[in-house]
């Protein structure tokens, strides 16, 4: 059984910033990347930021709010995934998912509350 629990989420003023974490567990054969997602209330659920990886390197995708403003790393392992949102703003609310690249195993989402 896989399973992703996301952390680091929590409100902040706007302008402010916040490094969220993610880390993959169990049964799991090969990582192809991770990647973050997000649903506001009300809204269907949209790609925030991606990583992959390669033999050559990493490659990172960002979404058009999140470029300039955040930033996708894994860590030492490639079942652990970061993502360093800094000028936070109140568009940001939101819960913020996890997910192995190419499979369908989520994690259950963390809280991120920007207040104006």
């Known amino acids: 059984q896989v399973r992703l629990v996301e952390s680091g989420g929590g409100a902040v003023q706007a302008g402010g910033s916040l490094r969220l974490s993610c880390a993959a567990s169990?049964?799991?054969?090969?990582?192809?990347?991770m990647g973050w997602h997000r649903q506001a209330p009300g809204k269907q659920r949209e790609l925030v930021a991606v990583i992959t990886y390669g033999g050559s390197g990493d490659s990172t995708l960002y979404a058009q709010h999140a470029r300039g403003r955040f930033t996708i790393a894994r860590g030492n392992a490639k079942n652990t995934v970061y993502l360093q949102m800094n000028n936070l703003k109140p568009e940001d609310t939101a819960v913020y998912y996890c997910?192995?690249?190419?499979?369908?195993?989520w994690g259950q989402g963390t809280q991120v509350t920007v207040s104006s």
């Open positions: 169990g049964s799991i054969s090969n990582i192809f990347g």
């Open positions: 997910n192995l690249v190419s499979t369908n195993f």
